[in-house]
């Protein structure tokens, strides 16, 4: 996590009878990180892209599905208030629209869906794609 990575120093009680040259050290300190943090955060966010030729029988299964994944997602469970690393963005084009869902911690039916997404993105980068594979997945 970028804040454990890059971490700031100081609260607002140890600022208290803080002398003035210390309390600069440590904002320029906490800017620095800060900004480390944020440059992180962003590479994360990166998204990168390529063409990878499919059937359109499983570019439609495919996009049934991602469709009905994010129309559908119902989170479950306790809230997470911290955003961290462990994050999954599902996006499709439907009509003239991006959808997108964003996952922290995915769990149960979105973490199936994250490792059935990755698994595919790894094979087809291997050229080891098996469409009937994940064609019988996407049921």
């Given at each position: 996590m970028a804040s454990m990575k890059y971490p700031s120093i100081a609260?607002?009680?140890?600022?208290?009878?803080m002398p003035e040259d210390r309390r600069k050290q440590i904002i320029n300190h906490n800017?620095?990180?800060?900004?480390k943090q944020q440059?992180?955060?962003?590479?994360?966010?990166?998204?990168?892209?390529?063409?990878?030729?499919?059937?359109?029988?499983?570019?439609?299964?495919?996009?049934?599905?991602?469709?009905?994944?994010?129309?559908t997602y119902k989170a479950k469970g306790v809230g997470t208030l911290l955003v961290d690393d462990n994050e999954v963005v599902f996006r499709n084009v439907v009509g003239h629209e991006v959808w997108s869902l964003s996952i922290i911690?995915?769990?149960?039916?979105?973490?199936?869906?994250?490792?059935?997404?990755?698994?595919i993105v790894t094979d087809a980068r291997?050229?080891?794609?098996v469409e009937?594979?994940?064609?019988?997945?996407?049921?």
């Open positions: 609260s607002g009680s140890e600022w208290a009878g800017r620095a990180a800060f900004a440059e992180e955060r962003l590479a994360l966010l990166k998204i990168e892209s390529s063409s990878i030729p499919i059937s359109n029988q499983f570019a439609e299964k495919l996009y049934q599905k991602m469709v009905s994944f994010i129309d911690h995915p769990r149960d039916v979105a973490l199936k869906m994250t490792d059935l997404c990755n698994q291997a050229n080891k794609l009937k594979k994940y064609i019988s997945a996407l049921h």
